[in-house]
């Protein structure tokens, strides 16, 4: 394989941008979305992107986090997210892909996918398969296997895994969340969620980009 160690490198870059981006959009407060969390998501944006954009978005994120009350971001969170009555910008695939239709086939056809690698939800994520967080999480392990697979020297299984995670991105990924940030951009009542889904757009430009290289 040519220029392997650039492949790799990409690869290493893309799976650090895709973890910022799941911290991001997990709970105010949890064990991935916290001032630890986030400092090791900069600390390894500035290893692989050096003075980049997205590099400097994010560390702008994290001043904006910690002049933010954490209470009013878990409000704001709920209010976008999860209910309990009117959910502003529902975090799932299909809603946007259907039509605001929730546990649609596209739902189904993704969770496919994942068990077509292997992979089964953990019992301790309480939510549909097209949730956001758990495409991204997906995309990771994908990641994660294609670079197992080049240091291996295992072509033809780094190009399954390729061939999966581009039509995963060109069939579904790509289709639905630049919506999703969009509606935060435009329904959010707070900075750091607005400052948040553009960061998000930006890493999805970068993800796409690096996928047709």
Known sequence: ???????????????????????????????????????????????????????????????????????????????????????????????????????????????????QVGLVLNESFKDLPDHIIAELEFLIYLIHNQIDFIEKEEYDNYKTINDLKNYFIESFFQNWVKKFNNVIIDKSENIFFKKMANYSNNCIDYILNETKN
Not at 7 to 20: A, C, F, M, P, Y
């Open 1 to 115: 394989m040519k220029n392997k160690e650039k492949i790799i490198d990409i690869l290493k870059t893309s799976r650090v941008v895709l973890q910022s981006l799941t911290d991001l959009y997990s709970f105010p407060g949890s064990e991935f979305f916290n001032e630890t969390a986030f400092g090791e998501d900069l600390l390894n944006l500035q290893t692989y992107l050096v003075r980049s954009e997205l590099t400097e978005s994010f560390s702008e994120l994290i001043e904006i986090f910690n002049t933010e009350d954490l209470e009013k971001l878990k409000i704001e969170y709920a209010r976008l997210f999860i209910g309990p009555f009117h959910v502003v910008a529902p975090p799932y695939g299909s809603y946007y892909l259907e039509n605001g239709r929730l546990m649609g086939e596209s739902t189904i056809e993704v969770n496919n996918l994942y068990n």
